[in-house]
């Protein structure tokens, strides 16, 4: 499967703007670049997806490298609720949806 | 609440011991999937079902089995266990084999 990178932790101070990076530099051309969300003691949550262009929903902003080798997912005002650990994951269109998930990105935020 | 439903939240049982943990999904989803989640693995993919049908396989031991029903709710086998399968077993499902998956709460298994 195809493989990303993320920084194990970063910070942020509440109501200031978080953005998250990812490498997935052996994306192929049909994989989705996915993010979920795992807040303390509960299951991941879906945040948002993309193929190619910028995506943004009422959660977050995704932005997509022009060769797609790349992606940050953007949290225009973190709250305290924000803290957990951020999910990059490429879904690879040939095995359904078998979602692998790395070791993510822990995201504090400070008061 | 994400709509998916597991049962039971948290299981104690002994080394040699067989467990099913069962799942609900979202109204409508035919999708079901299980993963595990232990402290030094991280979230592992075990299985997934549509509609009835097993349709892609991770790592999933041989003692560890997976059904869903008719009904759609699915159900999760785990025998012979061993104090190594002590972990958070989360259900999600999905509308389709490509939509975005909806996780339930997971259920706490301690095997002592």
């Known amino acids: 499967d195809a493989k990303t990178t993320q920084p194990n932790s970063m910070e942020s101070n509440e109501e200031e703007p978080v953005h998250l990076p990812c490498n997935h530099s052996?994306?192929?051309?049909?994989?989705?670049i996915h993010w979920y969300r795992q807040l303390p003691s509960q299951g991941p949550e879906y945040v948002i997806h993309g193929l190619t262009s910028n995506v943004n929903n009422r959660m977050a902003s995704l932005a997509i490298a022009e060769d797609r080798k790349s992606s940050t997912l953007i949290l225009h005002r973190a709250t305290l609720r924000d803290a957990a650990v951020y999910y990059c994951?490429?879904?690879?269109?040939?095995?359904?949806?078998?979602?692998?998930f790395g070791a993510g990105t822990t995201v504090t935020v400070r008061a | 609440d994400s709509g998916v439903t597991q049962t039971p939240k948290h299981l104690i049982t002994a080394t040699g011991q067989r467990v099913t943990l069962r799942c609900s999904p979202r109204?409508?989803?035919?999708?079901v999937y299980w993963y595990q989640q232990s402290l030094d693995q991280g979230l592992q993919f075990l299985i997934q079902?549509?509609?009835?049908?097993?349709?892609a396989k991770g790592n999933i031991l041989e003692r560890f089995s997976a059904q869903q029903f008719p009904d759609l709710h699915s159900e999760l086998n785990l025998s012979s266990l061993e104090l190594g399968d002590s972990a958070l077993y989360f259900c999600a499902s999905s509308v389709d084999r490509t939509g975005e998956l909806f996780f339930g709460e997971g259920s706490r298994l301690t095997v002592l």
């Open positions: 109204s409508g989803d035919l999708s």
């Open positions: 994951i490429l879904r690879v269109s040939s095995n359904d949806y078998k979602l692998s």
């Open positions: 052996t994306i192929s051309g049909t994989d989705y």
């Open positions: 079902y549509y509609n009835g049908e097993e349709r």
